[in-house]
């Protein structure tokens, strides 16, 4: 399934490249308005940050949410107390797209995560033309070097690499390059299961002084409570705020005290 969606978003990257080459989405990349900093609005307070985000669909769960005004839902995160956005941009499985990204980018001014599933420069390059403040970088998906030189250009860009990971060897990969941003996903992306205990059972893995951000697995406060006595700095929650209240969830997931 993971080479699936990484082979299909490629090939749609490959697409609009047709249409905006790259040298001129590395012009509009250089152009476009300075990235906020993530890693202060993500470090700083006593509580868990909260990203959320803007999800219509998964491969293991279907359709979510019909979101016709991305914009809106955003604004709505961002006076409920999110600290930054996640917006998917993948179109085949997530029915999102880089317009997403544009509308978020215009209502809200919260740092932005890029979530694609993003494997080579084109993609990082339209991520930062497109507003972008943070973009992912899964580690089971790409291989290391191939990693590194993303993030490198992400972060000469001004963005921030998110890396997300899934178990020991990927974390401990995360800490060996210094990133600064790091996922520990409870969802396998090969059966697509969820084990909420897999953030506590890695976190100590990474350094201290970076952000650790638990993804996946919340239904509710009980498992924000959880992660942020495990040690997380952030949780990305995406289903439950789409498919719930999203307002008063991230109001009650945003005033929990971290650990």
Do not use: W
């Not at 909260?50 to 949410?65: D, F, N, Q, T």
């Amino acid at each position: 399934m993971l080479e699936s969606l990484y082979a299909g978003a490629v090939a749609d990257a490959n697409a609009r490249q047709e249409l905006v080459s790259l040298s001129e989405i590395e012009s509009l990349a250089s152009t476009a308005t300075p990235s906020l900093n993530a890693i202060e609005v993500l470090s700083a307070g006593e509580f868990v940050k909260v990203i959320a985000e803007i999800k219509r669909a998964s491969p293991s769960k279907g359709h979510l949410a019909t979101i016709d005004d991305p914009a809106s839902l955003a604004s709505v995160y961002q006076l409920a107390g999110a600290s930054a956005i996640s917006v998917l941009t993948e179109q085949r499985s997530f029915l999102g797209s880089l317009q997403d990204l544009d509308a978020v980018r215009s209502a809200v001014s919260l740092p932005l995560l890029r979530k694609d599933f993003i494997a080579n420069e084109y993609q990082v390059l339209e991520a930062r033309a497109h507003g972008a403040d943070i973009v992912l970088l899964i580690a089971a998906g790409i291989d290391d070097k191939l990693l590194i030189r993303l993030k490198e250009l992400a972060e000469s860009l001004g963005m921030i690499a998110f890396i997300e990971t899934h178990n020991r060897a990927e974390v401990e990969f995360a800490a060996s390059i210094d990133a600064k941003l790091v996922g520990v996903n409870a969802r396998d992306l090969t059966t697509f299961e969820t084990n909420r205990n897999l953030f506590e059972e890695l976190v100590d893995l990474l350094p201290k002084d970076c952000i650790k951000v638990a993804e996946s697995a919340v239904r509710g406060v009980e498992d924000v409570k959880a992660y942020a006595l495990a040690g997380a700095d952030c949780v990305l929650v995406g289903e439950a705020l789409v498919t719930g209240d999203a307002k008063a969830l991230v109001g009650a997931f945003s005033r929990i005290g971290k650990a």
